[in-house]
């Protein structure tokens, strides 16, 4: 390692052009450089020589000395300084790492970001972005096919062009994964991207597998696991012998399947299933228990309802006890019979990406799902290891892995921040939509919580009628006896712009009857909350439009 005192730099883009020029020297792997501490460090081939070094750095008009004390251990890769605070060495590229890298370096430490793939992780890259893209694409093929207002707007089969589709998602998803991911990593001088794959030495230190095949010791002060999950798949009988899809190969397909089987019953499967069917698939979906089988039982059967009314095939209490791929078919073998497709999609679940770690070596434990156990600050089980996001034991949503990853931060640096997830909203991007937030009236009693409930059916709410779509439902939890609202459920289209509101009552402790007494907007979906919440004390149905 060679350290550098640079004279010259005036700000964060002087720094990041050096760091540039230092970087495209033959035999150069990483240059660290600093404005507000006015050095450089640079790991590099014992072939270069300082001269190399200076003369790039005079060439952009700056003035570089070789530090006294020059580092000689080159199996050694530690970025900070002794004087920048902490060096905290990160896993990981996506939202929780992101979160906890810029939180990181604000309270003062130099961060070390390892990433073994495409910078950005699964939800720019490979999960929310591209798969809300395709989603918002079907509807709208969906609404030029069929709409409540056929009968005075005619109606128009669409011509769907999927590769353009395809090329208009993946610019946006290239567009976001520049503006929010590299361009803040590029244009920030404290933290270090390393590409390569990374595992545990030790509880202090980690080997980094470069991408030219090297190696490298980065050793830390606290680390942070970040690396996401990956799709599961189950052990059906032959089935890894076949071409089959995980989400990711169905996001960049070039061809829309003519059919399409779906082995799975919640999130990913079901969005993914009624996004192929709008835009021309004959989709059929198993399930082994019922559509959304862990949540409310009306979610899974008015998801259940509204597919089948679209010409899904959903098949409950169904599994494929084999897989084959004959002729260019899938053939599944399942107790009703056989199955046949041109295209197969497994989205059963998604696994931490931990295996690889070397996570014993750190004395970092994980539970039977090898997920990595965290308390509510994102702390293992080693004294200066944290994790966040999908690859630990919390829910899996990046807006949970980005506000895990920034808590983590703070508490790296001695804070003591914590992530509440009583009030956790979540949203399906099916049509209509699914949301909840809180406790459902099953959870709540296995917490010993006794509860009072009412469901609304949208054919009383204003909006709904006016869309001329009811389907769906509004839930409101509420605990006996103080009235609290505990949890709300919605099966609507875009439920998924109603369900803050609810979450932010159940936050601020607000009761039903309190929720019923505010002003809501007339002729939105939202107002649908309050209309729940005063069927607790009145019927709606004999009330004017907007009564308060």
Partial sequence: MTEITVNGMTCVTCAAHVKEALEKIPGVDVAVVSYPYGHAQVMADSAVSHGQMLSAIAALGYQGLIRAGDFKDETKLRDAP???GLHIAIIGSGGAAMAAALKAVEQGAHVTLIERGTIGGTCVNVGCVPSKIMIRAAHIAHLRRESPFDGGIKATAPAIDRRKLLAQQQARVDELRHAKYEGILEGNPAITVVHGEARFKDGQSLVVRLNDSTERTVAFDRCLVATGASPAVPPITGLKDTPYWTSTEALVSEAIPERLAVIGSSVVALELAQAF?????????????????????????????????EGIEV???????QVAHEGGEFVLTTGHGEIRADKLLVATGRAPNTRSLNLEAAGVAVNAQEAIVIDQGMRTS????????????????????????????????????????????????????????????????????????RTLMLDNVPRALANFDTRGFIKLVAEVGSGRLIGVQAVTPEAGELIQTAALAIRNRMTVQEMANQLFPYLTMVEGLKLTAQTFSKDVKQLSCCAG
């Fill in 82 to 84: 002794e004087d920048a």
């Fill in 277 to 309: 069917a709008r835009l021309g698939s004959k989709v059929t979906i198993l399930a082994r228990s019922t559509l959304f089988f862990r949540e409310d039982p009306a979610i899974g059967e008015a998801v259940t309802a509204a597919f089948r009314m």
């Fill in 315 to 321: 098949l409950d209490h169904t599994q494929a006890s």
């Fill in 382 to 453: 080693s004294p200066n290891i944290y994790a966040a996001g999908d690859c630990t034991d919390q829910p899996q949503f990046v807006y949970v892995a980005a506000a895990a990853g920034t808590r983590a931060a703070i508490n790296m640096n001695g804070g003591d921040a914590a992530l509440d997830l009583t009030a956790m909203p979540a949203v399906v991007f099916t049509d209509p939509q699914v949301a909840t937030v809180g406790y459902s009236e099953a959870e709540a009693h296995l917490k010993g919580i006794e509860t009072d409930s």
